[in-house]
């Protein structure tokens, strides 16, 4: 790929990147590298790294692939915020200086890559599938669960979660304690709680509401703030404290789990809706 | 679970501090202005009004009541920020405890306070 | 052998690192008003204790802390409280899931709750800066 032309995309302007690089086999410490990028208008971030990858240094490291802000992979802290590389246009950072260093409270691999399997374990902790009590029926399902569209968006918003890990970084209680289950686990925990589907419940409880689940959030908002799909873990985990308390005053109602909607077999008469013409074409079977 | 019902009390006693705390910051420090309304000295660390308050029941039954609150309330936050900072679990556990003890040993030297002063002119 | 380094941002994630929103302020702001008044708080329960020793002992504790120093130190305690009990009431309602909105079916640009709660947080600080001047002017300005 040659360097973008000023005749083709708009004016070029000079943009330096400062990138965070360490190498754990050759560098005792990180250290920041300068690399001048020529921008037009609508490059993102990830397309400068990827200049400077193809250009300058082709031992830059980092993740990414859907390059459209739904793979989750391009986290990183750019310019003083956790953000999606691949979502942001340069000239919207407004600034000369792009300062790019990988994910904060994750551990770093090597150069812009976080471990993030921090989040991985905790998101395991909160059990983020359907929980129902027959269980033969989760193992071979005979049909479809009852869901109205005002129960489905009464936690669909949640289940938009692509594992970036940006609110994690953004979190302050994540930022000290190794054993705060995060936004995002939370989020997802309570994702569960909200769907009319799950009976579980009961065995969540013990990880959200723990001692280090929701009561340790005191609403920073920073997770809501930079997360790139419209999540708002800080929406999901009030709501649990809100449950949780006045649960605990005997208001909250009882719910039952919706139930197995029956199958109707191909061709069989359904009430009000009119018998299909005969076919036209000889059927198999 | 504990941590819901301990959650469930801190705030509850906020809204209790906020309410016996409000008279409290009321007749300390807006003497002057509860004074140009024709409420009080004026100066309300005078000991004249400071046992003249102490003496009355109900300054001593809501001294109680903001004490336990206010200590709760304090302690609960305190304890909650060391546990957010990836201590050892002893020490957690430690400092769950030394927090309960503060907390109990100073209420039980504030109510003492509260009631030997209310009972002194009787 | 897995080599990691490690990159937790540690105690200057709860005062700063970035560049949030002023609700993440706002909350190292509460937790700084609340260790300061916890720390007035216990002395001030052995400080009040004294008036067990009766009137006169009462106001030789008095006169031992009427210097200007105590009075700033008073004042910057009458500060933190008027921030923290605004700031608190603030919390105890988006902590309890109201003035936060409702979840649903959202589309870009989203919204989300920290930024519908954002008048609430305006107005708190407004109103505790209001409180601030009037605890000011008693303490520094009207006298008797």
Redesign the interface.
């Known amino acids: 790929m040659s360097g973008p032309q000023a005749k083709e995309t708009g004016s070029v302007k000079t943009v330096v990147f400062e990138v965070l690089r360490?190498d754990?086999?050759k560098d005792r410490a990180?250290r920041l590298e300068e690399y001048p990028v020529p921008v037009t208008k609508a490059m993102t971030v990830l397309d400068g790294l990827l200049w400077i990858k193809e250009h300058k240094d082709p031992t830059l490291s980092w993740r990414s692939s859907c390059r459209m802000g739904m793979c989750g992979s391009c986290g990183m802290?750019i310019?003083?915020?956790?953000r999606l590389a691949c979502n942001n246009q340069i000239v919207h950072l407004h600034s000369s200086r792009i300062t790019i260093k990988?994910?904060?409270?994750?551990?770093?691999?090597?150069d812009l890559v976080?471990?993030l399997e921090r989040m991985f374990g905790l998101h395991r902790t909160v059990k983020p599938y359907l929980i129902r009590r027959d269980r033969a029926e989760q193992n071979h399902p005979t049909g479809e669960y009852y869901q109205s569209q005002q129960e489905l968006?009464?936690?669909?918003?949640?289940a938009y979660c692509i594992k970036c890990g940006l609110c994690l970084s953004?979190?302050?209680?994540?930022?000290?304690?190794?054993?705060?289950t995060g936004p995002q686990g939370l989020t997802q925990g309570w994702r569960y709680a909200?769907d009319t589907r799950d009976e579980g419940a009961a065995e969540r409880?013990?990880e959200i509401?723990?001692?280090?689940?929701v009561?340790?959030c005191?609403?920073?908002?920073?997770c809501?703030?930079v997360?790139p799909?419209?999540v708002?873990p800080?929406?999901?985990i009030?709501?649990a404290?809100?449950?949780?308390?006045?649960g605990?005053l005997s208001l909250r109602k009882k719910r039952r789990a919706t139930s197995v909607a029956p199958t109707v077999q191909h061709g069989a008469d359904v009430k009000g809706i009119p018998k299909a013409p005969e076919p036209t074409v000889p059927q198999k079977g | 679970m504990r941590e819901s019902k301990l959650w469930f009390w801190h705030i509850l006693s906020a809204v209790v501090i906020l309410v016996f705390l409000g008279i409290h910051m009321g007749i300390m420090h807006l003497d002057a202005i509860l004074w140009a309304l024709g409420i009080g000295s004026g100066d309300p660390v005078r000991s004249a009004d400071v046992f003249r308050r102490s003496r009355q029941l109900f300054f001593m039954v809501t001294y109680v009541i903001l004490l336990g609150s206010a200590l709760f309330h304090g302690l609960y936050g305190f304890r909650s920020m060391l546990w957010e900072l990836s201590l050892p679990r002893a020490v957690e556990k430690a400092v769950g405890g030394a927090c309960a003890l503060a907390g109990f040993a100073l209420f039980i030297y504030g109510s003492y306070v509260a009631v030997a002063v209310f009972r002194m002119g009787r | 052998m897995r080599y990691r380094r490690k990159n937790q941002l540690g105690l200057w994630g709860w005062l700063g690192g970035g560049r949030w929103g002023p609700e993440r302020y706002a909350y190292a702001l509460h937790r700084l008003t609340g260790l300061g008044i916890l720390a007035y708080f216990i002395m001030h329960i052995f400080v009040t204790g004294s008036r067990v020793g009766g009137p006169e002992r009462w106001e030789s504790t008095m006169a031992s802390l009427s210097t200007p120093f105590f009075k700033a130190g008073e004042f910057l305690v009458f500060l933190a409280f008027s921030y923290h009990a605004i700031n608190g009431v603030r919390l105890i309602f988006v902590e309890l899931g109201t003035l936060i909105g409702k979840p649903g079916i959202l589309s870009y640009p989203f919204s989300y709750s920290a930024l519908r709660q954002r008048p609430l947080l305006i107005a708190a600080m407004v109103a505790a800066t209001m409180l601030m001047i009037v605890g000011g002017a008693d303490f520094y300005f009207l006298t008797k």
């Open positions: 360490y754990p086999a990180p802290f310019n003083g915020l956790p990988p994910l904060p409270n994750f551990d770093i691999i090597r976080p471990d968006a009464d936690y669909i918003q949640f953004a979190c302050p209680t994540v930022a000290t304690s190794r054993s705060f909200l409880e013990a509401f723990s001692e280090h689940g009561y340790r005191h609403f920073a908002g920073a809501s703030h997360c799909k419209g708002d800080a929406l999901a009030q709501l404290k809100k449950d949780a308390f006045f605990s």
